[in-house]
């Protein structure tokens, strides 16, 4: 097996111990099975507020998703204002899970944020009350800057698709991103993961949720002065489920179709 930065990156933290069991011990698959199937897009909620230590703790969850190279390029926007969130709920073409949530968050992937994040990652190393391995200090001094960076008008595309190419030859590389699409695409995904602990935290505590993507983008940016770097994946609007505010039954194609084993 060739060496690479993922099989040398067992470069643990000196005084790691303390940290081998976390979670280590749970086990609960009834409750997890439940809320999975709890959790619903819900479109009509009640007037009933959600408790702001509530909102707070859906949100912190969120935050714990897994994401690309823990460089956590998210931002979750609250919408307090009531004109702020009235305007982005008729942005959202006014569907009735954004007019009528009690809650709306828009969550947001910052794939431009990935360098200033690289060097607070650096910074909070050096913070630790334990000792960093080099090669994560590495990670995100050198390689991570590698990998994201795609240049001024993505003036870098051609030249890591062509040395990706003819490197790929000979060796196994990182393909992606070579672009700022593909930068946004690796975002999105870290921040998607995020959206779905939003909403599963959200059914656990009793609520209910519909992330929602018919929304204008443009006008939603400009309403909350978002910059255009910046991705809306999502607009979760959250609440009491009202009555009516199902649509209908859980609709899933057969297993088959998409559980592949090769
Ligand atoms: C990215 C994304 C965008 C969505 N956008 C909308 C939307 O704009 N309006 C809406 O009513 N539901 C929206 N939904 C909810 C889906 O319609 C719903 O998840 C799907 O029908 C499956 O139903 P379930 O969530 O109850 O299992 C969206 C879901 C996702 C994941």
């Not at 200033?116 to 390689?143: G, N, R």
């Not at 994201?148 to 008008?153: A, E, H, I, L, N």
């Amino acid at each position: 097996m060739s060496k690479n930065v993922f099989t040398e990156m067992d470069g643990k933290f000196a005084g790691n111990e303390q940290f081998q069991n976390e979670g280590a011990d749970y086990f609960n698959p009834q409750a997890f099975i439940e809320l999975v199937y709890a959790r619903r897009s819900i479109r009509k909620f009640t007037d009933e507020k959600i408790p702001d230590h509530i909102v707070d703790e859906c949100l912190d969850l969120a935050l714990l998703a897994p994401n690309s190279s823990n460089l956590q390029t998210w931002e979750f926007y609250r919408l307090k204002s009531e004109q702020i969130k009235k305007d982005v709920a008729t942005a959202c073409f006014s569907q009735p899970a954004a007019t009528t949530a009690s809650e709306l968050i828009v969550c947001v992937a910052r794939p431009d944020h990935w360098r200033a994040h690289c060097k607070q990652m650096l910074a909070t190393f050096s913070s630790l009350p334990v000792e960093t391995p080099k090669s994560a200090i590495l990670y995100y001094s050198k390689l991570a800057p590698f990998v994201y960076t795609v240049g001024f008008f993505n003036v870098l595309t051609p030249f890591k698709w062509i040395f990706n190419t003819l490197v790929g030859f000979f060796r196994m590389v990182p393909r992606e991103p070579i672009s700022s699409f593909g930068l946004g695409v690796w975002s999105i995904k870290s921040c998607s993961l995020a959206c779905e602990n939003l909403m599963l935290a959200f059914r656990s505590q009793g609520y209910d949720t519909c992330p929602m993507e018919g929304y204008d983008s443009v006008k939603v940016k400009k309403i909350m002065g978002l910059p255009s770097k910046a991705h809306i994946v999502m607009i979760v609007g959250a609440g009491k489920r009202a009555e009516g505010g199902m649509y209908g039954p859980r609709i899933r194609f057969p297993r088959e179709q998409f559980i592949k084993t090769i």
